[in-house]
């Protein structure tokens, strides 16, 4: 009975929207970066991309940008396991799918249009991604390959940082705690002084945990710097640097002891921007890193670790890409990427410290060139074309296509068609380290085909969205075996097809309801951590003393497959209440799962029961 009771409920709110309005956050909110290099206007593209602004990112109160996009994009999901931290190797969460695509490798998250992965695994770490840091985030929904190569087969998630766009100072301080001994705070502070702007920031979360061995302590910082050498030149310089330590507690079934991981990652990056009338574009220089040392840990009645894993990683390149108009209509972007990526694995002996295995030490790299032609044929349509020649030192070389039509009709009604092609090259860990290893495998391949609608109505504060989308991907990397051994091989298939509604209106111009709907089919195989149906209703209210903000997802998915699959099928309530004495302070409670739900989104990892936090938010 849940599932129908809430579409119902969704279905109900998208109709009294058209009825009414919704309001669009701001006039920016149109134009995009992800997608294509330069900023463009979303009603010119035909790639679907979904804008997550800083003020919904700032509603929930939330230090990681992960929860707020779960309810914010259709056909996103993230995995989880507890209150704070994601953590990586076993049992780590924050796994990323888009319409059944993703975890792994095959999602791509940009910090300012620039990767972030671990250079061996390459996986993005989701503990990196805050809040503090995002001035908003673009997300693909879909394959953007064409621009950002392998890894983007499942699609991109963009955070744009923080920027002063006025002369003065900004500072942002939030500190909360509340269930299982959380604490998580964060300071930012924004400066724009003539020419020149900063913005810098500091983190930390911790927990106990709401299992025992679950405990996660994070701290870590970021800086950006800009200077406008005129008004056609720009440099900018990024720098992120956090160590997070966690404790991995196992199934509830089959508890680990002692699984804990120690973890330092940054990156940095610098580069150089042009801005003309029919001209613009950019060089970036980038380096990210990480040092990761792991206890394996064992199971109750077992024997502690002897030694532990440990590798260092880096991805490294540079990326240029220059925007034209060639005539009326037209832009045209070309460009170059470069990336060398790898590291060493090795486990050492905890009573010795000397090297006891070694399973990897090397490097590979990846060449591109791509060139994209947008051309308006009409002041109504706009064609889209591109091609993209990618060349791994390794896997070879692909070639990765994308056409697709942007039509502008009357009553703001926008309709698109896309044709892309997605790709991901192996991972060193699927090459090189462990049992299944092999260095032979080749590229994973997948054609997304795709068609959109959207409309905006009322003077703007109605807005609808219907997406419906075919995947079908092949020479997927997966483990057999092979004459009794397991191997990494290139069997694997995915068909998946599915629609994506979203609706938005604000009553007045103190509340915003938002809906979103998706659902999702999977022909060839089932996979965990991607929704067959996720609907969210969300409502905000803000006025001059009070704020109010609250969100109902329901769920379905699978959280184990194969020969005992596992689903669940859970409504999740949230809220959040706060108190504004003057404009620039909240004193604020907030409360998760509110319904008391006993889920599970990874097998074996239950889920708090409803938890509660209290805080303070200012600016000043």
Known sequence: ????????????????????????????????????????????????????????????YNEAVLPTLNEQVPGFFSTTRGMVGYGVSTGAAGGIRVRGIGTV?????????QPQYAGLYGHPVPDLYTTAMAERVEVVRGPASLYYGSNAMGGV????????????????VQVQGGSYGTIEAHATNQLRLGKFTSSIGLN????????????????GGFAKFGYDFSKHWQAVANINLTHFEGTNPGETTNPYLENDQWITRGFASVGILNHYGKTSGAIRGFYDFGHH??????????????????????????SAYESMSFWSGNVTTIGFDWQHFGGEAYTRSIATHEHVTD??????????????????LASWVTLDAGLRVDHHSQAGTELIPQGGLAFRLPHQIELKALVSKGFRNPTLREMYMFRP????????????????????LLDNRLRLGLNVFYIKAENLIATSMVDGKPLNINTGEAENYGLEFEAGYRINPYWRLDANYSTLHMNKVKVTGAPEHKIYLGGNYDSKHWAFNAGLTYLALYTAVGNNPAKEEVPLLRAAIAYKPIPQLRLFVKGENLFWQKYEVIAGYHMPLGTVMGGISASF
């Open 105 to 113: 490798a095959n999602f791509l998250v940009l910090v300012d249009g």
């Open 1 to 60: 009975m849940k599932k129908p009771l809430l579409l119902s409920a969704c279905l109900l709110v998208s109709g009294s929207a058209t009825a009414q309005s919704f309001a669009i956050d701001d006039t920016l909110q149109n134009v995009v970066v992800t997608g294509t290099r330069n900023a463009t206007n979303m009603a010119n593209l035909p790639v679907t991309v979904s804008i997550v602004s800083q003020e919904k990112l700032n509603e929930t």
């Open 437 to 456: 290893a092999n260095a032979e495998l080749k590229p994973e391949r997948m054609m997304n085909y795709e068609l959109a609608y959207a409309q905006r």
């Open 359 to 376: 399973y990897v030490d090397t490097t590979e790299d990846e060449l591109a060139g791509y060139i994209d032609f947008r051309q308006d």
């Open 157 to 172: 998630m963009n955070i744009v940082t923080r920027q002063m766009h006025n002369n003065g100072v900004r500072t942002d």
């Open 293 to 318: 040392k792991i206890n394996d840990g064992y199971h109750p009645g077992g024997k502690p670790q002897t030694v532990h894993y440990l590798h260092n990683d880096l991805n490294a390149g540079v």
């Open 204 to 219: 930390f979360n911790t927990t106990d945990g709401h299992r025992k061995n679950s405990e996660f302590n994070q701290y």
